[in-house]
């Protein structure tokens, strides 16, 4: 963030939100435009604030469809983003599919867009190469690493998959939090946990980028398939900027978008529902997360 | 657990930091964060305890109920208040500057409060016996006598902020702190020692200008522009603070299920373990450093560089050793332990140096006079002689260490604050609020335990650095 951008910011504050309302409503289109889109990204995928340059393609790309500046802002953990889009320092968020059911039943957060393979998501469990463990009954009594808490596909469906195969992940495992899916990964692959579980993609880009040996790490179970990542808005934000998003995203192609499309890690995108993430919520419920 | 060769090979990927003059260039950002908040912070800070410390200095009507409410904030985790400020404000300084800001005003009113308590009180009589109201009692008096203790204590204060405002970030306070995470997080180590390496200098820095600043108190005037500009441009938007009070709303009642209650016990015991191990450990640490680092005990050729040594273990918070360990040893309280004890040795490594230093000589010149060598020397004279000194000061590195136990927790090392952290995670914010009161609660009972300890024993000074970090 630029102090410039702070000091917009702030001085909108210190006018109020009514003054600034009424002058959105009166300048229209005019004042919308001048003002940068506040897009929350996903922590999990280890991103910080100066790293954020690596996005810059993403960022370029959502400025000229959207005719506006827009910030990206990396957090330090998904309740900060989720909180973000309630205290109405973001606009726009990039959430899982467990921080989206929240986000949604406390501030209203309104599902946008996601990738086609987001409907058919699925974790991986990983271990290291020789470890002995092959199936989810040989991880009882084992050291195992989970991602962030909040992750869908770092936490909530693994915990659902080994509770499915006889495995107490609260007493039958020693459990950690890396709090990041490359950190489970790597975690695994140093040996500090005998195994983990991760989001398929994040562990494929991994090992496409050289960041990870899969001849070292290798996959021992694959989860059943659920509704994982999505695009979300504030309750608050126009119907016309909703919009506007839904067609910048859904008009990505492979042939003309691969730079911003390896940033999303993803090749499609479709309208994302909120009836899809039903069954995601009995499984959050069960596993008291939600 | 194959566990020591990883963290070795761990420790390894931590080298070289990664000094590439285009990371060091786009850090500026970052230390810009890191600094504005700390110092706009303190100038809010100062202005607002000023007024609040001069009233209890003169004994109010109520002055007893203020301190209490002042003691019971400062008792609140400086992490919990910034994770608080990020729910209510959001990501960014001005989360990390409402959270300082609020931790030290509370600091910083009741340690202005006793310094004013104890002005000479010839100069106070004379002017009450004039019939001048209380506020000029203050005006002319109380702060014309202490503005040197004054300033003198303020600028420890914003020392100690600074290291605050990076733990601060790394719950979404901005900053050097939110940068630390992140790359703790993407595994990108030589980055996390590039941004260590960096509040090390920073420390060390604010160390060397605030040590001139105290010969001449009033040039730390002219931090006040540059504090009111961060104040400015960082301090969050008023309709924030709605949206605040409703959150707060949504925290209440407090509450724990029965298996929250079965474990309560367990995680009480664990903080508590944290503090103590950690402290015995930094005590450990302190003992042969202190003593390596004593000026006429110790050649300077070993001196000066454990000196140095002990700085830079000061100079990072406990936090930031947590997050290291518990990113690379793992999950647990083995890393808490060492992240206290690691500060701790810094901390307590440089007291009992000043407290070796302090002893009589007489005893010591005697023993001396022998022809023993220097460490029989120390064994026989400066080491007996100091243990009252070295006691006071690991007791109260013990209280500040319970503290610092919740805090190592919320970042993973388990106990209470782990607990805490995880509810607060998950949203369940009334199980969070439940957990943050039974966490204050046990800081105030060992602050109380520990001021009458020290009363008991007549142990009442404390270092300046010591009195700013209480």
């Known amino acids: 963030m630029t102090r410039h951008d702070r000091y917009q910011f702030t001085r909108r504050g210190f006018l109020g939100t009514a003054i600034a309302a009424g002058s959105v409503a009166a300048a229209g289109p005019l004042m919308a435009a001048d003002t940068p889109l506040r897009i929350g990204m996903v922590p999990d995928a280890g991103a910080t604030q100066v790293s954020v340059e690596a996005k810059a393609p993403l960022q370029a790309y959502l400025e000229k469809a959207l005719g506006r500046p827009v910030k990206l802002i990396v957090p330090t953990n998904y309740n900060a983003t989720v909180e973000g889009l309630g205290n109405g320092s973001l606009d726009v968020a990039y959430l899982g599919g467990l921080t989206y059911v929240k986000a949604h039943k406390r501030y209203g957060a309104v599902p946008l867009v996601q990738r086609k393979t987001d409907r058919e998501f699925h974790s991986l469990f990983i271990t290291r190469a020789g470890s002995g463990i092959t199936k989810l009954a040989d991880l009882k009594g084992k050291s195992f690493a989970f991602g962030d808490v909040n992750s869908t596909s770092g936490h909530l469906m693994p915990f659902h998959a080994m509770k499915a195969a006889g495995i107490d992940p609260e007493t039958d495992i020693k459990a950690r939090f890396t709090g990041s899916h490359p950190a489970t990964i790597k975690a695994v692959e140093a040996g500090v946990v005998a195994a983990g579980a991760c989001d398929e993609t994040v562990f494929h880009q991994m090992v496409k980028d050289g960041k990870v040996d899969p001849a070292k790490v290798t996959v021992f179970y694959t989860t059943e398939p659920f509704v994982d990542y999505v695009w979300v808005a504030r309750k608050g934000l126009d119907d016309a900027t909703r919009t506007a998003i839904v067609k910048a995203f859904t008009a990505l192609t492979p042939e003309t978008d691969s730079k911003v499309l390896d940033i999303l890690r993803g090749t499609e995108f479709v309208k994302a529902d909120d009836k899809e993430y039903d069954l995601l919520r009995d499984t959050a419920k069960q596993a008291k997360l939600f | ?470």
């Open chain 2, 1 to 470: 657990m194959d566990g020591l060769a990883s963290t070795l090979g761990f420790i390894a990927g931590f080298f070289p930091p990664d000094l590439s003059p285009a990371y060091l260039l786009a850090l500026a950002g970052p230390v810009l964060e890191t600094l504005g908040m700390t110092f706009g912070a303190m100038l809010l800070a100062s202005v607002l305890s000023l007024p609040v410390g001069l009233y209890l200095g003169l004994g109010g009507p109520g002055a007893g109920v203020v301190r209490a409410v002042l003691s019971g904030v400062r008792a609140i985790p400086d992490l919990t208040l910034a994770i608080l400020c990020v729910i209510f404000f959001g990501i960014g300084p001005g989360a990390g500057l409402t959270a300082i800001a609020v931790f030290y005003t509370a600091a910083m009113s009741k340690n202005f409060g006793d310094l004013f308590a104890t002005a000479p009180p010839g100069p106070v009589a004379a002017l009450r016996a004039t019939g001048a109201r209380p506020v000029a009692v203050a005006l002319y008096a109380l702060v014309p006598l202490k503005s040197r203790d004054l300033l003198t204590y303020a600028s420890y204060e914003v020392e100690c902020a600074l290291r605050a405002s990076v733990i601060i970030g790394a719950v979404g306070g901005g900053g050097l702190g939110a940068e630390l995470v992140g790359t703790l997080n993407a595994f990108d180590f030589q980055r996390s020692t590039t941004l260590i390496l960096v509040l090390i200098v920073l420390v060390a820095a604010i160390d060397q200008i605030t040590l001139r600043l105290r010969a001449r108190p009033v040039w730390l005037l002219a931090l006040v522009p540059p504090s009111a500009l961060a104040l400015w441009l960082y301090l969050p938007a008023a309709p924030g603070l709605g949206f605040a009070l409703q959150t707060v709303g949504g925290m209440f009642p407090p509450q724990l299920d029965a298996g929250d209650w079965a474990a309560l016990p367990a995680l009480i015991w664990e903080t508590v373990r944290i503090a103590v191990l950690g402290t015995a450990l930094g005590a450990a640490l302190a003992l042969p450093m202190g003593l390596a680092s004593t000026r006429g005990l110790s050649p300077a050729i070993l001196a000066v560089p454990v000196r140095r040594l002990l700085e830079a273990l000061r100079a990072v918070p406990e936090v930031v050793f947590g997050l290291i360990l518990v990113a690379t040893a793992g999950v647990g309280p083995t890393a808490g332990i060492l992240a206290l004890g690691l500060h701790s040795g810094g901390c307590l490594g440089r007291l009992f140096a000043e407290s070796f230093e302090n002893v009589r000589p007489g005893p010591v010149q005697a023993v001396a006079a022998t022809g023993a060598r220097p460490l029989t020397v120390a064994a026989y004279a400066t080491a007996p002689l100091a243990l009252g000194p070295l006691a006071v000061h690991t007791l109260f590195r013990l209280e500040w260490n319970l503290r610092q136990a919740t805090v190592v927790g919320m970042i993973g090392a388990g106990g209470i604050g782990q607990a805490l952290f995880q509810a607060q995670q998950l949203f369940f914010y009334q199980k969070m609020m439940a957990y943050l009161l039974i966490t204050w609660v046990l800081v105030l009972l060992v602050d109380r335990a520990s001021a009458w300890t020290r009363r008991r024993a007549g142990w009442m000074e404390l270092a300046p650095e010591e009195m700013a970090a209480g």
